[in-house]
């Protein structure tokens, strides 16, 4: 027990200083370095990071589909121009310009997104911090609110490199997640492939030069102040 909070601690500790110093590779690498110690006294039990196969490989991915362009699609159109209005200060998404470049690059990508957020994302925030918060509190429905509101906090500063308003509106994408990983009886395939379908769309956007003209549908005074 005071192992797995000692392994908690230095895992948040990680990801939110690498939100702030804008590296968010150091984070990742030190969480998965956390959760290997953590999976190694556990007895390398994945299951226990909502990693068990879902009754329906089928429906999980088609469903994670739907979620996954439902909020990237909310977020482009109504959050993150909002936030940008509110705060005075656009979302810094330079780290992805070079999709723009070439389709070699937007694949290159995607694939990266797909291991680095879809996966490895989930896993740390939803799937070890959720879980771990979860147990060390107890158990019960108090315990995972507790554990949803601290993995929201913190998957929002490990996004620190997109300013205050992509912080708040990343926090925001994962409370959603975090509440659909408690839905689904934290099994964690369903988070998975939502977030995966979620940068896969901002991608294309973004490939596409269509991210903007999104933003301003809805926002598009504000945006031209």
């Known amino acids: ?47 226990a990071l909502g990693l068990s196969p879902p009754s329906s490989w089928v429906n999980t991915i088609l469903l994670g589909l739907i979620l996954g362009l ?39 990508a995607l694939l990266a997104s797909w291991v680095m957020a879809g996966f490895l994302e989930e896993v740390i925030f939803r799937g070890f ?22 993995s929201t906090v913190l998957f929002g500063l490990s996004h620190g490199y997109q300013e205050i308003s992509g912080v708040i509106a990343t926090g925001f994408v994962g409370l959603l997640l975090g509440m659909l990983f408690l839905a689904a009886g934290s099994n964690l395939w369903l988070v998975i492939f939502a977030h995966g379908f979620i940068d896969t769309a901002g991608i294309l956007l973004l490939a596409t030069d269509n991210n903007q003209p999104l933003k301003t549908l809805v926002w598009k005074d504000s945006q031209e102040e």
């Open 1 to 47: 027990m005071l192992l797995t909070a000692l392994l908690v601690a230095a895992l948040a500790a990680a990801v939110a200083l690498s939100g702030i110093k804008k590296k968010p590779g150091f984070g990742i690498l030190a969480a998965v370095l956390v959760i290997g110690a953590w999976l190694w006294q556990e007895g390398w039990d994945f299951a």
């Open 70 to 108: 439902a909020i990237q699609l909310l977020s482009t159109i109504f959050l993150e121009p909002w936030l940008e209005t509110l705060t005075g200060h656009a979302q810094d998404l330079s780290q992805l310009d070079a999709v723009k470049d070439s389709w070699l690059t937007a694949a290159a």
């Open 129 to 150: 911090l959720i879980t771990t918060l979860r147990d060390l509190l107890g158990g019960g429905a108090w315990a995972a609110v507790f554990g949803l509101i601290i």
